[in-house]
């Protein structure tokens, strides 16, 4: 299926359904004067940030099908003016946030019962795994302390009910992946830290959401 907005150049090109291989690939392509031209580099669409910086925005990094694949989430917290503060969502599952601000209240000390939180995954990109966990909730802290986050910084990892950070599959692809994009610093749980390494990355492990909130 080719997925698109219709303020946006790009198609994506989905697989929904093949009996005899993987349905999860995922190509990104451009409508250009002579048709559709496969995009090589599809992180670098979805890393078009503004030139200053702005509290509740961070990079993370997915993985589509085979390939990492580096997407800018942005939240924006905001005192509520109705009864019943709105969660609202763009790209991600809203009952998963609603899951994931419990957690943050819980174990990271943060009460965001009284606000609105909006959630948005940039460039119309659908994200389904929970390795966006991480980042969504250190977005929304930058959002609600309105305190940027280093232009430079990478976050993916799971988030469980008790806290803790769950590790998830290829960890060491996708810090390649950001290294190769220039990104210099990365929280991430610390079972996918590698052993080795990343040359010129700044690696953080962390175990806990507390120890991701003091990191930042």
């Known amino acids: 299926m080719l997925e698109s907005t219709g303020d946006s150049r790009f198609r994506t090109l989905r697989g929904i359904k093949n009996r005899f291989g993987a349905v999860n690939e995922l190509g990104v392509f451009a409508m250009m004067e002579t048709g559709l031209k496969e995009v090589k580099n599809p992180s670098a669409i979805f890393l078009s940030r503004g030139k200053e910086l ?10 589509e099908g085979t390939r990492p694949l580096l997407v800018e989430i942005q939240a924006l917290v905001d005192e509520s003016q109705l009864g019943h503060p709105r969660r609202v969502t763009v790209g991600l ?46 977005s929304v802290v930058s959002s609600f302390r309105d305190r940027p986050l280093p232009r430079d910084l990478i976050a993916f990892g799971e988030v469980g009910l008790s806290g803790e950070i769950r590790p998830v599959p290829n960890g060491q692809e996708r810090l390649q992946e950001a290294a190769k994009h220039g990104f210099k ?32």
């Open 54 to 63: 702005a509290a509740g925005s961070l990079v993370m990094v997915v993985w």
């Open 93 to 138: 599952d809203q009952n998963r946030l609603a899951m994931l601000l419990a957690v943050l209240h819980r174990h990271g000390g943060l009460h965001c019962g009284d606000q609105d939180v909006f959630v948005n995954v940039v460039g119309g990109v659908k994200v389904l795994e929970t390795s966006a966990d991480l980042a969504l909730l250190l």
């Open 185 to 216: 610093r990365a929280i991430v749980p610390k079972a996918n830290v590698p052993k080795g390494g990343i040359q010129g990355m700044v690696i953080v492990g962390i175990d806990k959401l507390s120890e991701a909130l003091a990191t930042i």
